[in-house]
């Protein structure tokens, strides 16, 4: 069952959607663009020392980010067609999978749930359940059973072999499915965040809105070797973001942590993170981070974006802009018009 406050709500993103972040995946580079003066000005210095020499090297890097930004111009719009047109002709492999339920969690998560849940809960107290790992305030633990785990990867490749079409889930990763088009928002990702992660980020996260998460991004992506091996180096579009490693068999392909983003990159030292399947990695969006190349076999993660729009009304994470709101699809970006009311007075304090 939904929050009745976060049912109500009308979800926003932030303008810079359209002119920031994004990814040029020649040169490993995030740009913004507003203008071609700006963008020469901004970047043809730094563009040649990458390898972007010619004029028509750059005019194809032109090219990219036209196609990027009218993508996203028409994302809520060609994504809401999408989920139709899905919702008709698509015939899932499993469909009981698409309902959360309990059984599909692993015992050592309903563990640490149960605990977060009680009103005896404290930090010291769940520290003795999750071990922190070597990038600060990473924390892996079990979150889905085996037997789950191979019926959603099942799933995704009954969806990703029919004619049903799909949208990527970002600019990074070239190959991936968005759930929410699939149809899991509802009866899955969203009682697993509201029932199961909230208590949790609540005790690990009350500092960057982890007791106030009202909406989500959720998708899949997929590395192999003939595909996209790795993922380079950024943060994410949340608050706090949980990955979950599903499958299939695969070697190498850690996680690797820097610092907080506005912690210069000279200034950082990274931490590589174990990460195997059913396993979920839970830290802050705003962490540095990326993924190791895969050096066999085929991988799939599911990542949950997780958003307090207590948070992101007053600072968009992705411009560092106070948002200037564009009415979105479903959870959009996580943005409101106006403050939800608080579902723990702490996250005001923050």
């Known amino acids: 069952m939904r ?21 040029l995946e020649d040169y490993k580079l995030h740009v913004s663009f507003v203008s071609e003066q700006q963008f020469r000005l901004d970047y043809q210095t730094l563009l040649g020392r990458l390898g972007c020499v ?18 996203r111009r028409c994302l809520a719009l060609t994504s809401a067609e999408r989920a139709a047109v899905i919702k008709g002709v698509y015939q899932p492999l499993h469909p009981h999978i698409y309902h959360l339920q309990e059984s599909y969690l692993a015992p050592k998560f309903r563990q640490v749930v149960d605990y977060c849940r009680s009103s005896s809960a404290s930090d010291e107290g769940l520290s003795d359940l999750l071990e922190e790992e070597a990038a600060p305030r990473v924390y892996r633990f079990p979150v889905f059973t085996r ?20 949208g990527r889930p970002n600019t990074m990763n070239n190959y991936g499915i968005l759930l929410n088009e699939l149809g899991f928002d509802e009866g899955f990702i969203t009682p697993l965040r509201e029932q199961y992660l ?24 997929k590395y192999d070797m003939n595909e996209d091996l790795d993922l380079s180096y950024h943060y994410d579009n949340a608050e706090v973001t949980l990955n979950v490693s599903l499958g299939r068999e695969f070697t190498e392909g850690n996680l690797y942590f820097g610092d907080m983003r506005q912690v210069p990159l000279s200034d950082t030292e990274c ?35 997780m958003r307090a729009s207590q948070e992101r009304n007053k600072l968009c994470p992705m411009c560092d802009r106070r948002p200037v709101l564009v009415e979105g699809e479903g959870f959009a970006d996580g943005f409101t018009k106006h403050s939800a009311p608080l579902l723990n007075a702490i996250c005001a304090l923050t």
Not at 6 to 13: G, L
Not at 279 to 303: F, T
Request: aromatic residues 10%.
């Open 3 to 23: 929050d009745e406050d976060d049912s109500k709500a009308t979800f926003y993103t932030c303008s810079c959607f359209t002119t920031d972040n994004i990814f």
């Open 198 to 221: 909230r208590p949790l980020t609540s005790l690990l996260y009350p500092d960057c809105g982890g007791r106030c998460l009202d909406s989500h991004k959720a998708f899949v992506v």
């Open 54 to 71: 010619t004029e028509q090297q750059f005019e194809d890097v032109l090219g990219k980010i036209s196609q990027e930004v009218e993508r």
């Open 147 to 166: 037997g789950f785990c191979e019926e959603l990867v099942e799933e995704l490749e009954h969806f990703e072999n029919s004619s049903a079409p799909k």
């Open 271 to 305: 931490s590589e993170v174990e990460h195997q399947v059913t396993e979920g990695l839970l830290h802050r969006g705003q962490h540095m981070h990326g993924a190791l190349p895969i050096s066999s076999g085929q991988r799939w993660n599911l990542i949950i974006w």
